[in-house]
T-cell receptor
Framework: DAKTTQPTSMDCAEGRAANLPCNHS???????VYWYRQIHSQGPQYIIH???NNETNEMASLIITEDRKSSTLILPHATLRDTAVYYC????????????FGTGTRLTVIP | EPEVTQTPSHQVTQMGQEVILRCVPI?????FYWYRQILGQKVEFLVS????????KSEIFDDQFSVERPDGSNFTLKIRSTKLEDSAMYFC????????????FGSGTRLTVV
């Protein structure tokens, strides 16, 4: 699976959009971008995934650049409950079952 | 919303003892996983399970570990002879299809080996 690079930490004001970047310059054509988050010591929570088109669900939007070398997770209106570690994971949609969690981005939403 | 349930939430055991961590995956899910997270460290893959057999395991998952689906609802992780370094949060996860969508993780069991 391709390696990802994320900032160690970010702050965001409550109610504002949180934009979390991820670089994955070695991504291959059949690898997807997945986002998970972990709130405190709870189990990781799936957020969204995509291949090359932008995706949106009830939790977030995923913007993938045209060359697919980077992506941005957008939480449109961050709340205090969105404070968590956010993981960007690149992997094949089928095949290996191992989700490789890096160190992620610690997002702190500030009142 | 369907949940993955793990019990117990916290277990304390003496070094050398056997422990069994229990998980009830989401009922229509077919793929099951165990991950662990040592305090302050990354979430690490241990093992995946499908069709009553292990489909993949990491180097962490040595002979001290085993998994079982004893009935139609439970999925267990056994550690035969616990070591201090086994102290961690253990997360169970399940998915409907193989990596087709996101995994659903349980809230974890905190294992403390003393």
């Amino acid at each position: 699976d391709a390696k990802t690079t994320q900032p160690t930490s970010m702050d965001c004001a409550e109610g504002r959009a949180a934009n979390l970047p991820c670089n994955h310059s070695t991504i291959s054509g059949n690898e997807y971008v997945y986002w998970y988050r972990q709130i405190h010591s709870q189990g990781p929570q799936y957020i969204i995934h995509g291949l090359k088109n932008n995706e949106t669900n009830e939790m977030a939007s995923l913007i993938i650049t045209e060359d697919r070398k980077s992506s941005t997770l957008i939480l449109p209106h961050a709340t205090l409950r969105d404070t968590a570690v956010y993981y960007c994971i690149v992997r094949l949609k089928t095949g290996a079952n191992n989700l490789f969690f890096g160190t992620g981005t610690r997002l702190t939403v500030i009142p | 919303e369907p949940e993955v349930t793990q019990t117990p939430s916290h277990q304390v055991t003496q070094m050398g003892q056997e422990v069994i961590l229990r998980c009830v995956p989401i009922s229509n899910h077919l793929y099951f996983y165990w991950y662990r997270q040592i305090l302050g460290q990354k979430v690490e893959f241990l093992v995946s399970f499908y069709n009553n057999e292990i489909s993949e395991k990491s180097e962490i998952f040595d002979d001290q570990f085993s998994v079982e689906r004893p009935d139609g609802s439970n999925f267990t992780l056994k550690i035969r002879s616990t070591k201090l370094e086994d102290s961690a949060m253990y997360f169970c996860a399940s998915s409907e299809r193989q990596t087709d969508y996101g995994y659903t993780f349980g809230s974890g069991t905190r294992l403390t080996v003393v």
